[in-house]
T-cell receptor, first 112, second 116 residues
Framework: NAGVTQTPKFRVLKTGQSMTLLCAQD?????MYWYRQDPGMGLRLIHY???????AKGEVPDGYNVSRLKKQNFLLGLESAAPSQTSVYFC???????????FGSGTRLTVV | KQEVTQIPAALSVPEGENLVLNCSFT??????LQWFRQDPGKGLTSLLL?????REQTSGRLNASLDKSSGRSTLYIAASQPGDSATYLC???????????????FGSGTQLTVLP
């Protein structure tokens, strides 16, 4: 089925560890986004990409890095995880300003 | 900076009722507005997308309206069912303040419970 796939679905990290979250879309969308969802704060934009090879900062980029080496993939990296990064992470894609977003099912990350 | 507010935060209704969920936004310079449904522990499912030039969109028992001038959108659910129980999120599509791309700004959601 066409859509946005996120891996892994769950992960527990120790403080200071690193990890990469993978987002893959098969809809040939140019735009891809990483959001985090926290209770009482809604979804907030971390980083985004407007096309292969491009990345840019969103609202809450500190502590995260991203890469978009292939159009279909958008990776979110945590170099040194902190408890404040405990959250649910969502990836989304869109084909342009006139179109809606398609979201993945999320990655639940706990940093202890 | 765009701010999106959803009222009420929670709503409980008996099955069969028609209901309205409200969404307001502070900056009327939006490209579109999108309504999502989120079930507990799950991702976001897109329900309706309204472009800035449109007044409303309909899908089955759902109808969403948009009034840009007043900064408001409503989601109308007809003949509610227990399966409609979920959190409903609205999000305005506008320019990212730090760049030229578009982003969604989300409200905190309305948690709906439909009682059998």
């Amino acid at each position: 089925n066409a859509g946005v796939t996120q891996t892994p679905k769950f992960r527990v990290l120790k403080t200071g560890q690193s990890m990469t979250l993978l987002c893959a879309q098969d809809m040939n969308h140019e735009y891809m986004y990483w959001y985090r969802q926290d209770p009482g704060m809604g979804l907030r934009l971390i980083h985004y990409s407007v096309g292969e090879g491009t990345t840019a900062k969103g609202e809450v980029p500190d502590g995260y890095n991203v890469s978009r080496l292939k159009k279909q993939n958008f990776l979110l990296g945590l170099e040194s995880a902190a408890p404040s990064q405990t959250s649910v992470y969502f990836c989304a894609s869109s084909s342009g300003t006139a179109y809606g977003y398609t979201f993945g099912s999320g990655t639940r990350l706990t940093v202890v | 900076k765009q701010e999106v507010t959803q009222i009420p935060a929670a709503l409980s209704v008996p099955e069969g009722e028609n209901l309205v969920l409200n969404c307001s936004f502070t900056d009327s310079a939006i490209y579109n507005l999108q309504w999502f449904r989120q079930d507990p522990g799950k991702g976001l499912t897109s329900l309706l997308l309204i472009q800035s030039s449109q007044r409303e969109q309909t899908s089955g028992r759902l109808n969403a309206s948009l009034d840009k001038s007043s900064g408001r959108s409503t989601l109308y659910i007809a003949a509610s069912q227990p399966g409609d129980s979920a959190t409903y999120l609205c999000a305005s599509g506008g320019l990212i303040s730090s760049g030229s791309a578009r982003q969604l700004t989300f409200g905190s959601g309305t948690q709906l419970t439909v009682l059998p």
